[in-house]
């Protein structure tokens, strides 16, 4: 059986089922298909030298149930990390196969953990990977696991990561709060969910729809007694207040010929007059609407 047959195989049955079967090497026996597939590439060597070791991976992915992720994906994780040991494994360095491949089996299970446990990034660093891997293995052997860390077991953390006291308390933090999904219920017991508790700033479809139609209505209307006014006054209007930039009223006195002064009568009989026929559609409409 080729390891990559086994790997795509259900893995939770098919690792159990080929560890339990898989004699053990004897030192010279591993030492012998480690050099024959290093040399020669013989792919029935390397299946050997893996087949062999998966009780291992089992063994060493147990280790990291208490991450609430499936025992099968870790398994399937570490039996990657298995393989690429067996491809870099130098036989002739005098250490035992098994000693070389528990490193890169809990690498791979370490990695996926990592990037599985939470939709948050956990850390970048080494230094934060093994502050929380190992942080979540205490929580694990407290009997308060929701309690505070003790000062002793923070200047531990510190002193051992070399890390800060802030990133002790904040990958402790991340440790004790687990992603919750939007469409799961409330702790209460009601039938809301928390996306139903997320107040959304901006307008519903409604509100949009209805505020795009009373602008046009307005926008209608304006246009509408704008009409009636004399050219003069509407132009002041228009290019006092509905212009982007509204010219002074020196500079529309200049270009009508008449005082800045009598701009501004103009300008204000002209806002009155649309002020009250604005007010008038509205009644007519008002009165509109109740026939």
């Known amino acids: 059986m080729s390891t990559v047959g086994f790997v795509s195989e259900p893995l939770s049955a098919a690792l159990v089922r080929a560890a339990r079967n898989a004699p053990l090497l004897a ?13 020669g590439r013989d792919g029935r060597a390397i299946d050997l030298l893996v087949q062999s070791h998966l009780r291992l991976v089992i063994k060493l992915a147990v280790r990291y149930r208490t991450f609430g992720l499936p025992l099968s994906d870790l398994v399937q994780e570490g039996a990657v990390g ?3 040991a067996a491809d870099r494994f130098d036989p002739d360095r005098g250490v035992r196969f098994s000693t070389y491949a528990a490193w890169w089996i809990k690498a791979a299970i370490q990695d996926y953990v990592l990037k599985n446990w939470s939709i948050v990034r956990l850390g970048t660093t080494s230094a934060q990977k093994s502050l929380f891997l190992n942080l979540r293995r205490l929580r694990a052997r407290m009997a308060d696991a929701d309690r505070d860390l003790a000062p002793e077991a923070v200047a531990r953390l510190m002193a051992a990561h070399g890390v800060s006291a802030r990133s002790v308390g904040l990958t402790d933090a991340r440790v004790r709060a687990r992603d919750v999904s939007l469409d799961a219920p409330l702790a209460d017991g009601s039938a809301e969910t928390h996306a ?6 901006s307008a519903g479809p409604e509100e949009i729809v209805a505020e795009r139609h009373d602008r046009g209505v307005r ?29 002074t009223l020196e500079t529309l006195g200049r270009e009508l010929g008449i005082s800045k002064e009598r701009v501004r009568q103009l300008e204000a009989r002209a806002i009155a007059k649309l002020r009250a026929a604005l007010a008038g559609r509205d009644e007519t409409d008002t009165a ?4």
Request: charged share 35%.
């Open 219 to 247: 926008a209608r209307r304006l246009h509408a007694c704008l009409a009636d006014l004399p050219p003069r006054e509407r132009a002041i209007v228009v290019r006092r207040q509905l212009e982007d930039e509204g010219v």
């Open 196 to 201: 139903s508790q997320i107040a959304d700033p």
């Open 27 to 39: 030192p010279e026996r591993e030492i012998a298909l480690a050099r024959r597939w290093r040399d």
């Open 288 to 291: 509109r609407g109740l026939l």
């Open 82 to 84: 298995l393989m690429q």
